[in-house]
T-cell receptor, first 115, second 113 residues
Framework: KAGVTQTPRYLIKTRGQQVTLSCSPISGHRSVSWYQQTPGQGLQFLFEYFSETQRNKGNFPGRFSGRQFSNSRSEMNVSTLELGDSALYLC??????????????FGSGTRLTVV | DAKTTQPTSMDCAEGRAANLPCNHSTISGNEYVYWYRQIHSQGPQYIIHGLKNNETNEMASLIITEDRKSSTLILPHATLRDTAVYYCIVSTGRGSTLGRLYFGRGTQLTVWP
């Protein structure tokens, strides 16, 4: 079966701009989580969506937002980009969130560089 | 946030067993132990999980101590492709942890020829 697909793979943006990243979960998976990974902070949880509803949120400023569509695809948006937003953004999907049988399946991520 | 302690790095010869330890002394009764790994520049990959009993799958074995305060991930015959950062995570997967995993710094495992 197809894995978790994230687009684009690489992105370069300028400070102050906004960006939208996309995540297509595994077919049938209804939970999508987003993470930010930086060398300094490691992997940090951004938010989780299930059936178009945000169920959980990490400690990130309001510039970071997301949404989930009826087909379970998810997008995250970062507005007013800062240099510190440069990171690998990963999404993960599971059947219901914390799928205890198979865990979460991660995509390969979107590498965002803010200049 | 992370409630686990892992060594920063470990080495292993190719073909030998790699034993990666994890301490989770404050684990609660309904928390599972999960292991993920991340190969450079890729997304984390689920390996195995367990609650109380030892578990084995095609990738690895998970040994959990009787008091559940520590566990060991075993890669029985390590290959060069097993070089990665390995994360040990404890979670109920419910309530405030729903949909989220707390990744610590993990253990960088290097398998050498």
């Amino acid at each position: 079966k197809a894995g978790v697909t994230q687009t684009p793979r690489y992105l370069i943006k300028t400070r102050g701009q906004q960006v939208t990243l996309s995540c297509s979960p595994i077919s049938g998976h209804r939970s999508v989580s987003w993470y930010q990974q930086t060398p300094g902070q490691g992997l940090q949880f951004l938010f989780e969506y299930f059936s178009e509803t945000q169920r959980n949120k990490g400690n990130f400023p309001g510039r970071f937002s997301g949404r989930q569509f009826s087909n379970s695809r998810s997008e995250m948006n970062v507005s007013t980009l800062e240099l510190g937003d440069s990171a690998l953004y990963l999404c993960a999907s599971s059947l219901v969130g914390a799928d205890l049988n198979y865990g979460y399946t991660f995509g390969s991520g979107t590498r965002l560089t803010v200049v | 946030d992370a409630k686990t302690t892992q060594p920063t790095s470990m080495d292993c010869a190719e073909g030998r067993a790699a034993n990666l330890p994890c301490n989770h002394s404050t684990i609660s009764g309904n928390e599972y132990v999960y292991w993920y790994r991340q190969i450079h520049s890729q997304g984390p990959q689920y390996i195995i999980h367990g609650l109380k009993n030892n578990e084995t799958n095609e990738m690895a074995s998970l040994i959990i101590t009787e008091d559940r305060k520590s566990s060991t991930l075993i890669l029985p015959h390590a290959t060069l492709r097993d070089t990665a950062v390995y994360y040990c995570i404890v979670s109920t997967g419910r309530g405030s942890t729903l949909g989220r995993l707390y990744f610590g710094r993990g253990t960088q495992l290097t398998v050498w020829p």
